[in-house]
């Protein structure tokens, strides 16, 4: 090969390797992408919606540990977060934060009530008006430490903290950011909710 040709091809893949190990840690410690493939968080997030996930807020996982070093802040009720789902940890979750640490949680006939004061909750959505004792009433519970109670605003159709308890803080990824994309197949790309902040 031609000593030319031998050293242009060194370099592209000494700049792909580059790019590679830049990808590899931007996606471990600063941001990833997520896609919504449920409705259970209707209607702030729609199914075919792609996020950014800031995975650098919370702290920064080391690999192949649970352990969580440098964050710049806690997880807050509210924050819509992306986690490892407790029952299959293949798989991650995007719910929003009703309780942290300490937290006396109760739900009473579909409205939800932390440390005693109803919650505010204009994001909420409602398919059904019948209540369901073990989906729309609970509590109270108090959030364990390291523990986090988490729901999906469309709330009668979350599959959630209401069914399989709480979810641990190392197992949060990040908060939901950015939507950088979003569509309903090709041929419906919902250009007016590209660019819009996850509240």
Do not use: C
């Not at 949680?105 to 004792?133: C, F, W």
């Amino acid at each position: 090969m031609n000593p030319r040709w031998q050293k242009l091809l060194l370099e592209y893949l000494e700049a792909l390797a580059v790019a590679l190990v830049l990808a590899l840690v931007i996606r471990t410690f600063v941001v990833q992408a997520f896609k919504i493939p449920s409705g259970s968080m209707l209607d702030t997030l729609l199914i075919g919606d792609h996020l950014l996930v800031n995975k650098f807020l919370y702290g920064t996982h080391i690999p192949l540990t649970d352990k969580v070093v440098l964050p710049l802040t806690d997880p807050k009720a509210g924050d819509v977060i992306v986690f490892e789902y407790p029952e299959d940890t293949t798989k991650d979750f995007i719910k929003r934060i009703i309780g942290v640490p300490g937290d006396v949680l109760e739900m009473r006939d579909k409205e939800v009530y932390r440390n005693g004061q109803k919650l505010d909750e204009p994001y909420v959505k409602h398919t059904s008006p019948a209540i369901q004792p073990r989906r729309d009433n609970f509590g109270p519970i108090t959030v364990p430490p390291g523990k986090y109670f988490v729901m999906g605003d469309n709330r009668d159709e979350s599959y959630d903290s209401r069914f399989w308890g709480f979810v641990d803080r190392e197992k949060i990824r990040g908060k939901a950011w950015v939507i950088y994309w979003s569509w309903d197949g090709p041929a419906d790309i919902r250009f007016s909710r590209i660019g819009h902040l996850v509240r």
